[in-house]
């Protein structure tokens, strides 16, 4: 146990200084540690907790006949404008210094806050606009690899998520309570107090963790346009299987969970009937577990069975819990899929913790804005692929639906009677077609490697990592060399097996 608390330890407050410096980062400016990385991602998604019940009240009022409509809209062009800035941010930290971008996608991602009861509409648009640079878990996942190694990456990451998901235990319940004791300005004023306290502990104390001999000497320097083209980059993926595969499992894996999240907890309060007490005690089970679920879980996972098997049981585990949440109809059923849920919370850290292996060190960046891009589109298409499914099912998510009568039929043609056939069967449609996307997550993570410098399995042929050339690398000064080592940095494990 005292050995366990010492590499906790060890991994939050970073290497000694001498080890710091020997890596390029002056240690005047302060010790990088994943402490920083922490606080950041807990500032941040807090104050976005807090706006939980004041933003479904700002979207009910504004877009009253079309809300979950116009909420899919929104974060769809979000979520796409994510896709395609993620792997430039990132490409753009891994030569100009990670804490200039934790700056700028912090403040882009909490830039709408104090709009949201001065003008909704700017808000609405400015929440849509801030996904060109709402993209902070990329540069996040960055600046822990530059100061972690392979060996304690995964539970590096484990401690972000589980600070992510840290921070939506109590927020919610928090803001809805202080909501009720004084307002809803309140809270958002309060919410961005917060977000500025983000800003001010990124600037004051946040110190940089990428080493200088990896940053250029000035930000004069050029940089091609092949680096700053996302579909591009994203265009050559595909020439390093194991990322291509990584991709793939993230989008089929966090498509459904992305529409899970978006109407999750409205869906638990309308056709699963909970009250509101019960969907806050229903959060903070889900938090208080992830949190169990992502550091110590997770650090058992990684040392035992590896970075595909830790993501191998969060992709089973989400197949679980949407098969619960799609057949359930019995409210025990329900609280046992988010105990489930939780377990299946390890995935995303460890498919980051794989890619982050795999690439090297100069090009951690660009490897996580890749993931963070593919997560982004899933943001902007999962409330949407949701929101229809929910449609065809004539299952109606507004708040006025009359609770006797939840699901609103308009007239008793043999198609509806279909369909209220099978929603006996299926009371969540959407959630049961997110487990067959999973499933075929499953299907593709089986093709991974045991480890991120091992071969690709395909079919009876394996796929040398040495033959998976990616982007050609990138020079400061003289834009890309195609004679350069790929993106996705090839270690020597042909020659060192």
Known sequence: MGRKKRVVGKIIWGPR???????GVDPGAGQASVYHALVVIFLEFFAWGLL?????????????????????????????????????????????GRKPFLLITVSFTCA???????????????????????????????????????????QAYGLVSATFAASLVTSPALGAYLGKVYSDNFVIWLATAVAVLDVLFILVAVPESLPDKLRPANWGSQISWEKADPLGALKKIGHDKLILLLCVTVFLSYLPEAGEYSCFFVYLRLVMMFSAQEVASYIAMVGVLSVVAQTLILALLMKYVGHKGAIVFGLVFEIVQLACFGFGSQTWVIWMAGCIAAMSSVAYPAISAFTSSHASPDQQ?????????????????????????????HVDLNETTDPDNRVISHDNNTYHKIQSAIRSIVPGPPFAFGAILVIMALLVAVFMPENPHGSVQIGKSKVRRQNSLTLEAFHPDKGFREDQSPLISLSDADQNP
């Open 365 to 393: 960046g660009v490897a996580q804005g890749i993931i963070t891009g593919i997560r982004g589109l899933c943001n902007g298409l999962g409330p949407a692929l949701f929101g229809f499914i929910f449609y065809l099912f």
């Open 112 to 154: 709408p806050i104090p709009l949201m009861k001065i003008s909704p509409m700017w808000y609405f648009a400015m929440l849509s606009i801030s996904g060109i640079f709402a993209v902070t878990f990329s540069v996040v996942f960055a600046y822990v690899a530059d100061i972690t190694t392979d060996e304690d990456r995964g």
């Open 52 to 96: 939980t019940s004041p933003l479904i009240e700002v979207l009910n009022n504004t877009f009253a006949n079309h809300t979950f409509l116009m909420n899919g809209l929104i974060q769809g062009v979000k979520g796409l404008l994510s896709f395609l800035s993620a792997p430039l941010v990132g490409a753009l930290s891994d030569t100009f």
């Open 17 to 23: 200084k001498g080890h710091t410096k020997d890596n």
